[in-house]
């Protein structure tokens, strides 16, 4: 079964230092979002991207977070100077909008730690 | 009202029970809405899709309620591999945005 593939699976990061975190969503997927989950509390919507632009962004994506498609197969988000307080699990997800309803496929995650 | 509110347990239950789990949503205009599983630390993953009053797959039901805006999960037979917690999840607008719930867990025991 294809699958959303991220990488790192785990990474531990200095505050302050760049981090760039890589999804390779499914194939003929057109829609790609970044999630985070902070330890113990609920999945969040960060941005939504399609037809290479961002569609749609939360209150917690602000200036230094960025993503990108820099080619036809990756997916990066990038924050720009961390903080303790981006600690969490970010998932990458896609979708095509033809599958079962709206059904959204998330990778198993990147676990970023900032120290 | 919160956008998604749900108990968030722990449900303990034995083996072979069954085991209900209530949502509730503050749009009144979502069409759609979706059950996921997480398995600690693990990603969300679809469990169940609702667009109309329910769906019922294998154990699971899932029910909906449009007039007081709520949606349950009933789980019969409980397995030990039930064991997870359970999101609720409602589309935010836009493109394909979904809001989750803070999640149900459920423990189910020997």
């Known amino acids: 079964e294809p699958e959303v593939t991220q990488t790192p699976s785990h990474q531990v990061t200095q505050m302050g230092q760049e981090v760039i975190l890589r999804c390779v969503p499914i194939?003929?997927?057109?829609?790609f979002y970044w999630y985070r989950q902070i330890l113990g509390q609920k999945v969040e919507f960060l941005v939504s991207?399609?037809?290479?632009?961002?569609?749609?962004k939360s209150e917690i994506f602000d200036d230094q977070f960025s993503v990108e498609r820099p080619d036809g197969s990756n997916f990066t988000l990038k924050i720009r100077s961390t903080k303790l307080e981006d600690s969490a699990m970010y998932f990458c997800?896609?979708?095509?909008?033809?599958?079962?309803?709206?059904?959204?496929?998330f990778g198993e995650g990147s676990w970023l730690t900032v120290v | 009202r919160k956008e998604v509110e749900q108990d968030p347990g722990p449900f303990n239950v034995p083996e072979g029970a069954t085991v209900a789990f209530n949502c509730t949503y503050s749009n009144s205009a979502s069409q759609s809405f979706f059950w996921y599983r997480q398995d600690c630390r693990k990603e969300p993953k679809l469990l169940m899709s609702v667009y109309s009053s329910g769906n019922e797959d294998g154990r699971f039901t899932a029910q909906l309620n449009r007039a007081s805006q709520y949606i349950s999960l009933l789980i019969r037979d409980s397995k030990l591999s039930d064991s997870a917690t359970y999101l609720c999840v409602v589309p935010g607008g836009g493109f394909q945005k979904l809001v989750f719930g803070t999640g149900t867990r459920l423990l189910v025991s020997p």
């Open positions: 997800a896609s979708n095509d909008l033809t599958g079962i309803g709206n059904t959204i496929y």
């Open positions: 194939s003929n997927h057109l829609y």
């Open positions: 991207f399609y037809n290479n632009e961002i569609s749609e």
